[in-house]
């Protein structure tokens, strides 16, 4: 198996990059060496790099440079002999409210899963979840590792307003929604925790790579977290 | 600072500059203006840097109190532009007096018209961009569309020996050619036979009601795939066409989520995004093939549009 990442054209102004055919930690773990290679690079005319499972999409402006000079330059940087070893990473702790108004689909979770709702939560928050990516909308979490033990599929219809900070199961992905939006994932808590901040820089909270842990909270601190951060 | 008071805001219009790049490893869309060929030709029309943040208004026009004298344009789509009773010309120098009013219709055409005032509107840079992302309520004015009575405030300059231009006609057939729109093909063409292929560029497909700044949703007829499964979530690119699951197209646009997992067959060239723009619900529209070498040959055209040499004094 060829283990260098694969380039091509997905438009007149952006490469797609390949890097394995998985959603794995060995694979995340090349995309952010790759990430982190092409971000420090320093070629003239990048816009953005998009990192995602296995892949990583940059975009370019091509009144800078041209489109073949671009796909050039990336390929000779991605031949070279890439050091896939050396990614550090932080380990965040996010406070979760499981109770009652935060968490309007907990006890459908449990019934589909044939377990309590006090069972679900110590599922949920046992274990680490990897942030493979950001996004989808501003600040969202790919997130990977959750237990199949509460895997439960997409509500029928989507809501229409999840709030902000919701913790959601869908299928068997978990996620945090960072902002208000349309969603059709089961709502079993909440974070107090602001994932989105358009006026910081970063704007968002957590970053690709970071290892993540749900930590229950009652209702009293979820309300007093959240008045801190006013 | 110098200000115009909103008295109609118009079906939806909002603060837009060239965008917000750079931020889409934090799934943030570049947003921006949705047709910004006419974002910048507006701005050098008022004696602006290209890219200077300017209102889009979208479908039917505002009304809009200028409390100073101004030089402005009015560029993209003819919303029938008068100040007080009288027509003014679109893609031209305009002088407004201090006290007099704007006001739009709607359009016979197309979705999308610009006012560019010399000077800029002054709204606070989020991520280094003033545009509005109204799905997440960033940027522009206070993250949403504008409503009646916002007082939007612009910078000042000293407008009396400023140069009337106005832009040439034959320059405005070139930038918004009568033709399909061109693309290239997708990264996941393998996800379609050559039939489905051939169909998807030889059939009309009609823009629905439901499209909006995240993207255009399609009609037409069904673009089955061979392969079921969906792809590995990846980023996806401005003017992606993706294939959901109902057979039908998506062209993802400036407000787009960043990331997708179904297949794309094609994506509209870097010279049409701005014509995509200007589409409206009920509009017919055809795709054709194009390589990358020629969609590059076809930015080259519209980029060297965009200068001294297309406009005329008046």
Redesign the interface.
């Known amino acids: 198996m060829n283990d260098n990442p694969v380039l ?7 490469i ?1 990059i390949k890097i394995g055919n ?2 794995s930690v060995e694979t995340h773990s090349k995309v952010v060496s790759v ?1 982190n290679l092409i971000s420090n690079s320093g070629i003239v005319g990048i ?11 940059v ?1 370019f ?3 800078l440079k ?2 073949d000079a671009i796909f050039n330059e990336l390929n000779s940087l991605l031949s070279s002999t890439i050091d896939f070893t050396h990614v550090q990473y932080r380990t965040i702790e996010i406070p979760v409210c499981y109770q009652d108004e935060y968490a309007p689909d907990l006890a459908d979770v449990a019934r589909y899963n044939s377990l309590t709702a006090d069972e679900v939560i110590y599922h949920h928050t046992k274990q680490n979840y990897i942030v493979y ?8 979490p ?1 997130l990977g590792g959750m237990p199949k033990e509460i895997a439960t599929p997409r509500l029928q219809t989507p809501r229409l307003k999840v709030p902000e900070g919701s913790v959601a199961i869908g299928g068997d992905q978990t996620g945090i929604y960072p ?1 208000a ?1 349309p969603g059709g994932w089961r709502i079993i808590g909440r974070t107090p925790l602001k994932l ?1 901040s ?2 910081k820089n ?3 909270l957590l970053q ?1 790579g970071d290892r993540i842990k749900f930590l229950e909270i009652t209702k009293e601190q979820f309300k007093k977290e959240q008045s801190c951060r006013q | 600072m110098p200000a115009i008071k909103v008295i109609k805001p118009g079906f939806q219009s909002t603060i837009q500059d060239s965008g917000r ?8 869309s570049i947003s921006g203006a949705a047709d910004n060929v006419a974002l910048r030709i507006g701005n050098l029309i008022a004696g602006n840097d290209e890219n200077v943040a300017a209102i889009e208004m979208t479908l039917t026009g505002g009304e809009f109190l200028f409390e100073d004298d101004a030089i402005i344009s009015i560029t993209g789509a003819n919303f029938q532009p008068m100040i007080e009773s009288s027509q003014v010309a679109m893609w031209s120098t305009i002088k407004i007096k201090a006290g007099h009013i704007l006001s739009f219709k709607n359009s016979p055409d197309n979705a999308r018209c610009y006012i560019c005032i010399n000077g800029g509107f002054n709204v606070p840079l ?2 280094e961009s003033a545009s509005t992302h109204l ?5 522009g004015l206070k993250g949403r569309a504008i409503i009646k009575g916002d007082f939007i405030q612009y910078h000042k300059k000293n407008i009396d020996n400023k140069t009337y231009i106005s832009l040439k006609k034959e320059i405005l057939d070139k930038l918004y050619p009568q033709r399909e729109l061109f693309v ?1 093909i ?2 996941q063409s393998n996800y379609f036979s050559d039939e489905t292929i051939n169909l998807f560029s030889k059939s009309t497909f009609t823009v629905r009601e439901d499209s909006n700044r995240m993207g255009l949703r399609l009609s037409g007829p069904k673009l089955e795939r061979i392969i079921e499964e969906d792809i ?9 066409i993706q294939i959901s699951h109902d057979a039908q197209p998506i062209i993802l646009f400036v407000e787009h ?3 997708g997992g179904y297949p ?1 067959i094609a ?4 010279a049409d995004l701005h014509r995509v723009g200007q589409l409206k619900p009920r509009d017919e529209i055809k795709f054709s093939f194009v390589s ?1 070498d020629e ?2 040959k076809l ?1 080259k055209e519209i ?1 060297a549009l965009i200068s001294s040499d297309s406009f005329v004094r008046i």
């Open positions: 091509k054209f997905a438009s007149d102004r952006s797609l998985d959603i990430f816009q953005s790099i998009h990192p995602a499972y296995n892949s990583i999409l975009s402006n091509p009144v041209s489109s990516f950001l996004g989808f909308s501003p600040g969202f790919y902002v939006s989105f358009p006026e970063p704007p968002a690709m | 790049f750079g931020y889409s490893h934090y799934g943030i989020v991520m799905l997440t309520s960033m940027g290239t997708g990264p590995i979530t990846e980023g996806v690119s401005l003017g992606a989520q960043t990331t794309k994506n509209i060239i870097s990358i969609a590059n930015r980029e």
